[in-house]
């Protein structure tokens, strides 16, 4: 990282960052070109799962190379200045390389969802109309490496 004081090192805040952020962002290389796509998640023990279709050209680029990028952005605000070139923002992310499993199996695909639906709010029981979850996927994608970035106070 170029920028030595802006590299999160403190492991809890990395956590805090994969689990309270609202989106993920993968990238895929498909045919020497960047594809990415922005994506509900659920973090958990070094693992974020993604709820998915199983069609589709992601699916198809994760069947050919699984290994991937993501980012991940916790952003906060805007900070402006009088003079346009000082203008600057408060955030955190973290980004990194990890690679993706795709899950067919019913229970470990509801297990995947219930963490994806708690992350978003759910309280109550959840029960899956079984017919939905047997159409869909749950990518797990297992981190690799990862490093945060922050820019703002603290």
Same mark, same amino acid.
């Given at each position: 990282?170029?920028?030595?004081?802006?590299?999160?090192?403190?492991?809890?805040?990395?956590?805090? $960052?994969?689990?309270?952020?609202?989106?993920?962002?993968?990238?895929?290389?498909?045919?020497?070109?960047?594809?990415?796509?922005?994506?509900?998640?659920?973090?958990?023990?070094?693992?974020?799962?993604?709820?998915?279709?199983?069609?589709?050209?992601?699916?198809?680029?994760?069947?050919?190379?699984?290994?991937?990028?993501?980012?991940?952005?916790?952003?906060?605000? $805007?900070?402006?200045?009088?003079?346009?070139?000082?203008?600057?923002?408060?955030?955190?992310?973290?980004?990194?390389?990890?690679?993706?499993?795709?899950?067919?199996?019913?229970?470990?695909?509801?297990?995947?969802?219930?963490?994806?639906?708690?992350?978003?709010?759910?309280?109550?029981?959840?029960?899956?109309?079984?017919?939905?979850?047997?159409?869909?996927?749950?990518?797990?994608?297992? $981190?690799?490496?990862?490093?945060?970035?922050?820019?703002?106070?603290?």
């Amino acid at each position: 990282m170029r920028r030595q004081d802006k590299e999160i090192k403190d492991t809890a805040i990395i956590h805090e $960052i994969l689990t309270n952020s609202r989106i993920c962002h993968i990238g895929m290389v498909d045919n020497n070109e960047a594809y990415i796509v922005p994506v509900n998640y659920a973090y958990e023990n070094g693992l974020i799962y993604i709820h998915s279709a199983p069609h589709g050209r992601k699916m198809e680029i994760l069947r050919s190379n699984n290994l991937v990028s993501f980012v991940i952005e916790f952003s906060d605000e $805007i900070i402006m200045d009088a003079n346009p070139c000082e203008w600057s923002a408060k955030y955190r992310s973290v980004m990194g390389k990890g690679t993706i499993s795709i899950e067919n199996d019913q229970v470990l695909k509801k297990a995947g969802l219930d963490l994806i639906m708690r992350k978003y709010g759910a309280v109550t029981e959840l029960n899956y109309d079984e017919s939905s979850v047997s159409r869909m996927v749950l990518l797990i994608l297992k $981190i690799i490496s990862v490093t945060g970035k922050q820019s703002g106070a603290w």
